[in-house]
């Protein structure tokens, strides 16, 4: 799943750099005032959404996107930069290839959160209605609701304390080379806080330091042995 993930998402990547290259050498005002545009588009610069705004789809290939507090927008994607939605802000989909993702307190975003290379940090009470995915980098969720499942191939998971996981959590394979010059990483390290909930697998693929609060609850465990701790932190 995450090779077809990564796959599909550089092809979006492409999709935009092609489209707006085509606008940009065609003078059709790729860059446009956010202001003045429902659907902000640019080739090169970031996106600044103030707070409490309606805007439609916003996208841009070289720049960050942040959506301020109470703001609600469509897509938002980007290919090399970061994207931020600040605290009660409404999104359909968060997609970045290079770059990480942050969804503040409150937030609701009605789709996937998707990245390639880049951590993935969703905060207290945010809700996100599809999946949490990236290849490589970290993936945070405090006291949120993810309802579909969390995916990635390298990185550490870190859930909770208070979170709420409908689908399954999954590390899938790492297919990256390792030179014999370069020292191979530690397994992946995936915490289950307390009171944080599971309802699917948790599946891993490759080896892994899987952590679980005796005041958590979680589905079945594939591919690892679960290692039950008290108190707010397993052991470093």
């Known amino acids: 799943m995450i090779r077809k993930f990564g796959t599909a998402m550089l092809a979006v990547g492409a999709t935009l750099l092609i489209s707006y290259g085509v606008a940009f050498g065609a003078g059709l005002g790729a860059h446009r ?5 429902d659907s902000p588009s640019k080739v090169n610069g970031s996106i600044d959404i103030a707070s409490g ?4 789809d916003l996208s841009t290939v070289n720049g960050s996107i942040l959506v301020g507090s109470d703001a609600v927008v ?3 994607k980007t290919v090399n930069g970061d994207l931020k939605l600040d ?10 290839v290079n770059g990480s993702i942050n969804v503040h307190d409150g937030v609701h975003v009605q789709g996937n959160v998707h990245t390639v290379n880049g951590s993935l940090h969703v905060k207290d009470a945010a809700d996100v209605s599809g ?10 969720v405090e006291g949120a609701h993810i309802g579909g499942n969390i995916d990635t191939s390298q990185g550490n998971i870190d859930l909770g304390p208070n979170a709420h996981i409908d689908g399954n959590v999954v590390i899938e394979k790492d297919n990256s080379w390792h030179f014999g010059f370069f020292s191979v990483p530690p397994p992946p390290r995936v915490v289950v806080g307390p009171g944080t909930v599971v309802k699917g697998k948790l599946h891993f693929e490759r080896e892994v330091k899987l952590y679980v609060s ?7 465990v594939e591919g690892a042995q679960a290692i039950k701790f008290s108190g707010d932190h397993p052991p470093e």
Request: hydrophobic share 30%; proline share 0%.
């Open 33 to 37: 005032d956010d202001d003045d545009d």
């Open 53 to 56: 705004a309606h805007k439609g």
């Open 87 to 96: 605290s009660r802000a409404t999104s359909k989909t968060l997609t970045t």
């Open 131 to 140: 999946d949490l995915a990236n290849v490589n980098g970290g993936i945070h």
């Open 214 to 220: 005796d005041h958590a609850t979680i589905g079945a």
């Open 74 to 76: 469509g897509q938002v």
